[in-house]
C-alpha cells in the first residue's frame, strides 16, 4: 500500500491540550484543561500571578512534560521558539549570541555571520554587536532574544511576560517586534498580566485561574462581554481571589 | 634569623643563583604541566558530570569530592608502585624523573578541577538550561558551550589547582626523589635545607615560592578582572 502526499496549502499550526494537566510531587499546580491553539492569531494568556500561565507556555513549548493528559500537535510539530521574561544571554557578543543559534541549527558557518547581522539590524541592534550581551539594557537584551528566536524561522513564537521588567520606550519596542512576527506569519503566543498590553495585542485572550481555564474567547468578546464572571470581574480590573 | 632568611631570599633572587633558578624552573614546569593536563581531562569530565544523568553518579561526585582531600604521600604512594622497577609501568623507567613528578599531581589535582567545574557548570546550566532546550542544544553540545561561558569562575578553579599542585611536597618527593638538578624542585629543597639545618635558605626558598604563587594568583586576577569587565 502506498501512501500519496497530498500538498496541501499551508495551514496554520494547530496544537490540541487533552485533559493536559501538571502535577509536579503530586501537588496540581495547572489543569486538568482541554484547549486548543490554532488559527493565525495572537493569543495571549492572561491571568493573576500563580494560574499557571507560564507552566501553560512551557508545556505548550515541550519545556515541560505533562503529569497526565496529552498535548498533540496537528501534523508534525512546527518550528517554536521562545522569549522568556527574563532573557538568557550567554556571556559573548551579541552578535555571537545570534551566531551561536545559527550554529545550533547547523547553519553553514559563512552564511552565519551575514544572517546573525540582518537580524541584528532588523531588531535595531547593529551599532550593539560586538557589545558583550549581558551589558545591554533590559529592553535591547529583549529584542536580541528576539532576534536570536527571528534567527530559528518559527512557526510558532512563545512570549512568557516578555515585557513586565521594561520601560514604556522598550515595551513599544518589543510590541512591535511582535508585531512583525506576526505579519510575517508566525503564531503568536503570550502571556501578560497586563489588561492594556492585551487589548492591543490579542485576537484571542485565555484566561487562567488557580491552573484552570476559565475562558478562552476573541478578544472583542472577552473585552466587551466577557463569558464568565471571573473574566467579567477580570477584565474591570477586579482582583480574582 | 627571620632577618637573614629575608637577606638570603633577596640574595637568591637578585644574584639570580643557578641552582635556584633552575629549582624555580622545574617546580613551574612540573606543576604547570600537571595542571594544564588536569584541566584538559577535568572540564570535560566536569561538565559532563554536571549535564549528563546516569547510574552511578551520584557516588562518583561524592568520590571525586572526597579525593580533593587526597593526600600527597598516598598519590606518590601510588604512583611510586606503578611505576618502581617490579610495578605494572616499571619498565617505562620513569620513576625518580620529572614525568613522575607530572604524573603523580595530574592524580592529585584532578579530582579538584573535576569536582569545582562540575559545581560550576551545573550552577550555570540551571540558570541556561530551558533556554538551551528551547533553541534545541543537545546535552553534548551544551559542554563546551558551558565551559566556555563559565570561564571566569574556571580560571578561580584552575587556580585552585595550581595552589595545590604548588603547594604539595609528599608526592614530588616520593616519586622524584629530590635529586639535585634533576628532580629537586622547591617544596624538596626547602625540605631538604630544614633537615640540614639551613634555616635560613630554608626560609629564603620558602619566601620566593610565595611570592610565585602570589605573582601567578595576581596574573589571573587581572585577567579575570579584564573579562568581567569586558563581559559585564
Not at chain 2, 27 to 50: C, D, E, Q, R
Not at chain 2, 56 to 83: F, S
Amino acid at each position: 500500500m502506498t501512501h500519496l502526499t497530498l500538498s496541501v496549502p499551508a495551514t496554520a499550526p494547530r496544537l490540541r491540550f487533552d485533559h493536559v494537566s501538571y502535577a509536579p510531587r503530586g501537588q496540581t499546580l495547572l489543569g486538568p484543561l482541554s484547549l486548543n491553539l490554532d488559527g493565525h492569531r495572537r493569543t495571549l494568556v492572561m491571568g493573576p500571578n500563580g494560574a499557571g500561565k507560564s507552566l501553560l507556555m512551557r508545556l505548550a513549548h515541550g519545556l515541560l512534560q505533562p503529569t497526565s493528559g496529552r498535548l498533540v500537535w496537528e501534523g508534525s510539530a512546527p518550528r517554536q521558539a521562545m522569549v522568556f521574561q527574563r532573557p538568557v544571554l550567554l556571556r559573548r557578543s551579541a552578535l555571537a549570541n545570534l551566531e551561536y543559534a545559527l550554529a545550533v541549527q547547523r547553519v553553514p558557518r559563512r552564511q552565519r555571520l551575514e544572517r546573525a547581522r540582518e537580524a541584528l539590524a532588523r531588531f535595531g541592534l547593529e551599532a550593539l554587536a560586538r557589545r558583550p550581551a549581558r551589558v545591554l539594557s533590559g529592553g535591547e537584551q529583549q529584542r536580541l532574544a528576539l532576534a536570536r528566536a527571528w534567527l530559528l524561522s518559527p512557526e510558532v513564537l512563545f512570549l512568557d511576560e516578555p515585557t513586565s521588567a521594561l520601560d514604556p520606550a522598550a515595551i513599544r519596542a518589543v510590541e512591535a517586534a511582535i508585531d512583525d512576527f506576526h505579519h510575517q506569519g508566525v503564531r503568536i503566543v503570550m502571556t501578560s498580566h497586563d489588561l492594556h498590553q492585551a487589548r492591543r495585542l490579542a485576537d484571542e485572550v485565555i484566561l487562567l485561574h488557580h491552573g484552570r481555564l476559565v475562558e478562552q474567547s476573541p478578544a472583542a468578546t472577552f473585552f466587551d462581554a466577557p463569558v464568565t464572571t471571573e473574566g467579567h470581574a477580570f477584565v474591570h480590573g477586579e482582583l480574582l481571589d | 634569623m627571620t632577618d637573614s632568611a629575608f637577606l638570603t631570599a633577596l640574595e637568591l633572587v637578585i644574584g639570580l643563583d643557578a641552582d635556584l633558578l633552575a629549582i624555580v624552573g622545574l617546580s613551574l614546569k612540573i606543576s604547570l604541566t600537571a595542571v594544564a593536563i588536569a584541566a584538559l581531562l577535568a572540564f570535560p569530565m566536569g561538565a559532563a558530570l554536571a549535564l549528563f544523568r546516569f547510574p552511578g553518579r551520584a557516588p562518583l561526585i561524592v568520590a571525586l569530592n572526597a579525593l580533593m582531600g587526597l593526600p600527597p604521600v598516598v598519590a606518590g604512594l601510588a604512583v611510586y608502585l606503578l611505576l618502581s622497577r617490579a610495578g605494572p609501568l616499571g619498565s617505562l623507567g620513569l620513576l625518580f624523573t620529572p614525568t613522575a613528578m607530572v604524573v603523580a599531581q595530574v592524580i592529585l589535582v584532578l579530582p579538584i578541577l573535576a569536582a569545582l567545574t562540575r559545581q560550576k557548570v551545573e550552577e550555570l546550566h540551571g540558570e541556561y538550561a530551558e533556554q538551551l532546550a528551547s533553541i534545541g542544544v543537545s546535552r553534548l553540545r551544551r559542554i563546551p558551550t558551558l565551559l566556555w561561558d563559565a570561564r571566569l569562575s574556571l580560571i578561580t578553579v584552575v587556580l585552585a589547582g595550581f595552589g595545590r599542585a604548588s603547594a604539595e611536597v609528599g608526592a614530588v618527593m616520593i616519586v622524584g626523589g629530590n635529586i639535585d638538578g634533576v628532580t629537586r624542585v622547591m617544596t624538596t629543597a626547602i625540605v631538604l635545607e630544614t633537615s640540614k639545618g639551613n634555616l635560613p635558605l630554608a626560609l629564603g626558598l620558602g619566601i620566593v615560592l610565595l611570592a610565585l604563587v602570589g605573582a601567578i594568583n595576581a596574573l589571573a586576577h587581572l585577567l579575570g578582572e579584564a573579562t568581567r569587565r569586558q563581559l559585564g
